[in-house]
């Protein structure tokens, strides 16, 4: 398994053990320079969202992959963790779609875990 797919696998059991909803994988390797994938998922309320961020960061840093970069913060509508390859996005459930991130980069590749 190459090392952005082992990470994304990661990310994915981390949301999904915090019942993250909805949990996308979008593969934007053939279309953005910015990262070969998005995750993305929302919690049901603020606090699940804090969860869910907090066991992402935890499992990937057990995992031995360094945070580059969050924007958002505690409580906030959407957070995004930034691990280079990968993007983390965790919304709540009106922002996500508000923003509807899966339409924006429906050029990329839907994957399946």
């Known amino acids: 398994m190459s090392k952005d797919k082992n990470m994304v696998q990661v990310i994915y059991?981390?949301?999904?053990?915090?019942?993250?909803?909805?949990?996308?994988?979008?593969?934007?390797?053939?279309?953005?320079?910015?990262?070969?994938?998005?995750?993305?998922?929302?919690?049901?309320?603020?606090?699940?969202?804090?969860?869910?961020?907090?066991?992402?960061?935890?499992?990937?840093?057990?995992?031995?992959?360094?945070?580059?970069?969050?924007?958002?913060?505690?409580?906030?509508?959407?957070?995004l963790l930034d691990y280079g390859d990968v993007i983390v996005h965790i919304f709540d459930k009106e922002s996500r779609s508000f923003y509807n991130l899966e339409r924006i980069w429906s050029d990329g590749k839907t994957v399946e875990m």
């Open 13 to 79: 059991d981390a949301l999904e053990e915090k019942k993250g909803e909805d949990i996308q994988v979008i593969d934007i390797s053939a279309i953005s320079v910015m990262a070969d994938y998005f995750v993305i998922t929302n919690g049901g309320s603020t606090s699940q969202v804090d969860a869910l961020v907090e066991n992402v960061e935890e499992q990937m840093h057990k995992a031995g992959y360094s945070l580059k970069q969050r924007e958002g913060k505690r409580g906030g509508a959407w957070v």
